[in-house]
């Protein structure tokens, strides 16, 4: 049965022909009422705003869509992180993202160049007006990066993520947890298994539905098991 069909609306209004495709919908996540939408090729060409620095990039964006009473999805707020967008190889906002709760998670497909490639992981919460505000960002080292974060769907004061070292080939599960005001990465580890410093696990950068985290226990595919 045909319901609904969703657009992010400065997509629909604006020129993002521009832009080529926002890529809406690259990555999808429901709870409860609540639907995420990622468009990591979004730029402000799509939105028809003043974008700094006069460039024509792909900043990415985060659409949130909230079901009404009457059974339709509205949206109600986009996460746009304009910092990311100068440059050909930074940005595209919203390659993973994971939302439990109020809390969401985004990450990018990187946030830094100069002395190391690296990406790192943005948390937002939703506010009591019903907006996001960034609340935790990671201050990763070069040549690390983050991906296929989930954050715990039973106890949303913890998250999962991929993270891999560029510099040593290897890549791990970190989990977060949050402090009494801070988030803190608690532990880093690998299925017993599989050798870290096999490119397997959890598939790729790119790669979809990989991990999953629930309540104490964490599912992780990578290119030939599932653990």
Not at 33 to 55: M, R, V, Y
Not at 209 to 226: A, G, K, Q, R
Request: hydrophobic share 30%.
């Amino acid at each position: 049965m045909f319901v609904q069909s969703l657009f992010g609306s400065d997509i629909i209004e604006g020129n993002s022909i521009q832009c080529a495709s926002p890529l809406f919908g690259d990555r999808v996540s429901l709870t409860n009422n609540t639907l995420t939408i990622s468009a990591p090729w979004w730029c402000p060409d799509c939105g028809n705003i003043e974008e700094p620095g006069g460039f024509d990039e792909n900043y990415g964006c985060v659409y949130i869509f909230e079901l009404q009473g009457d059974g339709t999805w509205l949206e109600t707020h986009q996460i746009i992180n304009l910092e990311l967008g100068y440059n050909t190889q930074l940005g595209y906002f919203g390659l993973s993202l994971s939302k439990s709760g109020d809390r969401l998670s985004v990450i990018p497909k990187m946030t830094q160049q100069v002395g190391g490639n690296k990406n790192d992981l943005f948390l937002y919460e939703k506010q009591n007006d019903n907006s996001w505000l960034e609340t935790f960002r990671t201050n990763a080292p070069p040549n690390t990066r983050y991906s296929n974060v989930r954050i715990n769907e039973v106890n949303t004061d913890s998250l999962a993520v991929i993270k891999s070292r560029l510099d040593e080939n290897s890549r791990t599960i970190s989990i977060f947890n949050k402090g009494e005001s801070i988030w803190e990465e608690v532990i880093e580890f690998a299925p017993s298994d599989i050798d870290p410093s096999s490119n397997s696990l959890g598939a790729a950068h790119q790669s979809k539905n990989t991990l999953s985290f629930l309540e104490n226990t964490i599912v992780v595919t990578d290119e030939d098991h599932e653990h």
